[in-house]
């Protein structure tokens, strides 16, 4: 079964400017997720979806494959992941190469191990999900999270007031890290979340979202005491 890893990076961060090839901890980061996509051992192809030209340079150098530039119409704000997944995989289809499993590695996943990947990837073919994601579980019950109205605290569920923690459901949230795709059903449904999802729990310190300064330094942090 032919796999592709798929690494978007676009050039126009809004929130932390050049994000996906500012330097963490001595070298752009995201050659972090091209190195874990390499050394799994388990892709085809490994290459980097960008319309910037430096992204594209750096990307090579560090051993991934650029075969072509993201259109101007998936490179602006409002354009999501699946458009440029369904782009990648289009280009591809017309050069005639075709691949039965898409893994989507975010280029701030510096975290991400190819252990986990490989994991994943398992997970999916021995399973009938369409899409694995990696997840991590809520520290505290988002049914007793509170929220602001008219300056005073709400309660989210009230009834669950005084329900001890260990009573109710757990919730967890996506990671921000990759996404394994069955090819044939992700260009059927043309979305990561569907009705067969399946998943992997990471724990707290192996993932850390970056969209603010304050999350780089926590990556960072995260990173350093990693085990």
């Known amino acids: 079964m032919a796999s592709l890893a798929i690494i978007p990076a676009r050039g126009g961060s809004k929130r932390i400017p050049k994000k996906n090839i500012k330097l963490f901890l001595g070298k752009p980061i ?7 996509a390499l050394k799994s051992n388990i892709f085809d192809e490994v290459m980097v979806s960008t319309d910037d030209q430096e992204i594209k340079d750096i990307a090579i150098k560090n051993g991934a494959k650029v075969p072509f530039l993201r259109s101007d119409e998936n490179s602006n704000d409002f354009s999501t992941l699946s458009d440029v997944l369904i782009e990648v995989l289009d280009k ?4 005639m190469k075709f691949f039965d499993s898409v893994c989507c590695i975010l280029p701030t996943a510096a975290l991400l191990s ?3 990947i490989i994991e994943s990837y398992k997970r999916l073919i021995e399973s009938n999900s369409k899409t694995i994601v990696p997840v991590i579980k809520f520290a505290y019950p988002i049914q007793r999270s509170l929220k602001e109205d008219q300056g005073f605290l709400r309660m989210r569920e009230i009834e669950h007031l005084n329900t001890r923690s260990q009573d109710l459901e757990d ?5 921000g890290q990759f996404y394994w795709l069955k090819t044939e059903d992700f260009l059927l449904d043309k979305k990561i979340f569907t009705d ?4 992997i729990e990471l724990k707290e310190y192996e993932a850390q979202d970056v969209d603010t300064l304050d999350d780089w330094k926590m990556l960072e942090i995260k990173y350093k005491f990693k085990p």
């Not at 995201?30 to 874990?36: A, L």
């Not at 067969?196 to 998943?199: E, R």
């Open 30 to 36: 995201i050659t972090y997720s091209i190195e874990t």
């Open 92 to 95: 591809y289809k017309k050069h």
């Open 114 to 116: 190819s252990e986990k």
């Open 171 to 175: 919730y967890y949230h996506d990671s």
């Open 196 to 199: 067969k999802t399946g998943y």
